[in-house]
């Protein structure tokens, strides 16, 4: 049986490594452009490690009601509405108030779809359904996105204490090889659902349980404990170096979770299995009381910080604050947390002041005024009758725009040598007299290009794909997705080629990006370097020599034996 519960400075401690991370990862990591080069690039490890300590904590909890013979699912969840409840519904609401003033009608509603999300505590699927991955630009101005964790959370907690009941009363002699069973069965579909479906890997619980369970394992000291001082202290630097290690060297393109989230996973479990057994320096270093203070706060801190970052992006109209404003976030974020954890969540976690059919009481009309305020914001499209009307037709002319280009832009290679390519202009079966060659840019001209077309009674092909430049023999350094321009382009003019009737072509990108290498001021996509086989190196200077030998490539080619424009 477990030995008696007891408060743990050094998990404070971890805790306040984890959010750190977090926290400085949001900061510093540019949802632009990955930002590669900032120190935390995989601060979203942090998110692991609080799930490793959750399993520990909660499984002691219950398992210390269960010795004390208090062990009631009411009072369980009385203990987690108390935890979760009252920061959740604060930043909920702020949220709100900070939209009605800062945000256009869409991305209100989203939120209102979001925080309906949030309080029935399935956030995770509707994010894994709404982006395109945690990691994406698109995410940057999304203010809940960061309670998916608090649902992989509590999903884990709705289950969880009924089947660890079950476990003990018929599987008794077996609970550990059951939590080992868990673990093995949890990883083995999170690394399935990496190579199948990443973003559920990412979100949903089934493949992130195992982390709660290590901290489960760890709780039913079924572990033998090491008395000599010397194997502690290995294992606690071993533990720290697998917590830092990817915090400082992963990246938001390191493939995560799955098998590299044993680290973080793994290195927490270490530290929480030295610090039952012993003292170590690492345990004490986690014991410093700021770190320690950091963690009680820890909490809130995730919840505030968050929501700052989008909504002063929001304000600035850029993804990328810079180093002042950010810093400037942070503490902030500090400052409100410190209030949070001071007079919105320790008067609720004081049993004393609120009986427990009250706590249940107030949970649900919190979750319910909530719930009818997001769900009025949604049925009335963001209200739009907040901003004046101009601004808010240019909001919505923003999201007008031709729904050919997301198909035509995923041109594959496949298609281009099965000759299946969009056509536009007067006809889409006559034979095509030109073509518009290009990346994303190009098919943002396909309407006005279509206008001119049809005017002149003349039908052209498009061939394009996102972020690939009509440039020949170019690489994009930093493309992360396996696409390979080069052959691309190969194809492009070789299609081209077999295609007599067309006797012009248009080529259009995003030149500044390429030959300049800084993409437009305030950008969210951050620089562009490019190569080629000629290259001597990755540097503006050389990205200027490379696009003129690839531009001047394309036109020395003559695609088609006619007019290149």
């Not at 050094?10 to 959010?19: M, Q, S």
Request: glycine share 6%; aromatic share 14%; with cysteine.
């Amino acid at each position: 049986m477990p030995r008696e519960l007891r408060y743990r400075r050094d998990i404070d401690g971890l805790r306040g490594i984890a959010v750190l991370a977090v926290v400085f990862y949001h900061a510093t990591v540019s949802p632009s452009y990955h930002g590669h080069g900032s120190v935390f690039a995989g601060g979203y490890v942090g998110v692991d490690i609080f799930f490793v300590i959750s399993g520990f904590l909660i499984t002691s909890i219950l398992l210390d009601d269960a010795r004390n013979g208090r062990l009631r699912l009411s009072h369980f969840y009385d203990r987690r509405i108390r935890r979760i409840f009252p920061a959740l519904f604060a930043v909920i609401g702020t949220s709100f108030g900070a939209a009605w003033f800062l945000f256009f009608p869409d991305q209100l509603e989203s939120l209102g779809k979001s925080a309906i999300a949030a309080v029935l505590f399935v956030s995770n699927f509707f994010f894994r359904a709404q982006t395109e991955n945690y990691f994406a630009p698109t995410t940057a101005l999304s203010p809940l996105l960061h309670t998916w964790s608090l649902a992989v959370e509590e999903q884990f907690y709705i289950v969880f204490p009924a089947l660890l009941y079950l476990t003990f009363r018929f599987f008794r002699k077996h609970v550990t090889a059951v939590i080992i069973a868990g673990i093995v069965v949890s990883f083995a579909i999170a690394q399935w659902a990496m190579g199948e479906h990443p973003k559920g890997a990412f979100y949903l619980a089934p493949a992130r349980a195992w982390e709660f369970l290590l901290g489960t394992l760890l709780a039913l000291e079924t572990i033998p404990t090491l008395k000599s001082r010397s194997p502690r202290e290995i294992i606690a630097v071993v533990g720290a170096f697998l917590i830092l290690w990817p915090i400082f060297t992963f990246t938001p393109d390191t493939p995560f979770p799955g098998a590299n989230a044993l680290f973080p996973c793994l290195g927490a479990t270490f530290i929480i299995y030295v610090g039952t057994t012993g003292p170590t320096l690492v345990t004490r270093a986690l014991q410093f009381r700021p770190l320690v203070w950091i963690g009680l706060i820890s909490y809130s801190l995730y919840l505030w910080h968050w929501p700052f970052l989008v909504f002063f992006r929001q304000y600035f109209g850029t993804l990328n604050l810079g180093a002042e404003i950010t810093t400037s976030i942070v503490l902030i974020s500090l400052c409100v947390s410190a209030l949070s954890w001071r007079f919105i969540e320790q008067p609720f976690r004081r049993p004393q002041r609120l009986q427990r059919k009250t706590v249940f009481f107030l949970g649900a009309s919190a979750a319910s005024a909530a719930i009818i305020v997001a769900v009025f914001v949604v049925l009335r499209a963001g209200l739009p009758n907040r901003i004046p009307k101009y601004i808010a037709q240019i909001a919505n002319d923003a999201k007008d725009y031709d729904p050919r280009r997301s198909n035509c832009l995923e041109l594959s290679d496949t298609r281009i040598k099965n000759r299946q390519i969009c056509k536009f202009g007067a006809s889409k079966t006559d034979t095509p007299s030109f073509a518009l060659w290009g990346d994303s840019h190009a098919g943002a001209l396909m309407l006005a290009v279509e206008d001119s077309a049809k005017r002149y009674g003349l039908t052209g092909d498009f061939v394009g794909r996102s972020a690939c430049p009509p440039l020949l023999g170019i690489i994009i350094a930093e493309r992360k997705d396996g696409v390979d321009c080069r052959d691309f382009n190969n194809l492009v003019i070789e299609y081209l080629r077999k295609t007599p009737s067309i006797n012009t072509v248009l080529i259009a990108g995003r030149w500044a990006a390429y030959a300049e290498w800084e993409r437009y001021k305030e950008s969210r996509w951050g620089h562009v370097l490019i190569e080629d086989d000629q290259s001597s190196s990755l540097t503006p200077a050389e990205n200027h020599r490379v696009f003129s030998r690839a531009l001047g490539s394309v036109l020395i080619k003559r695609v088609p034996q006619g007019r290149l424009s």
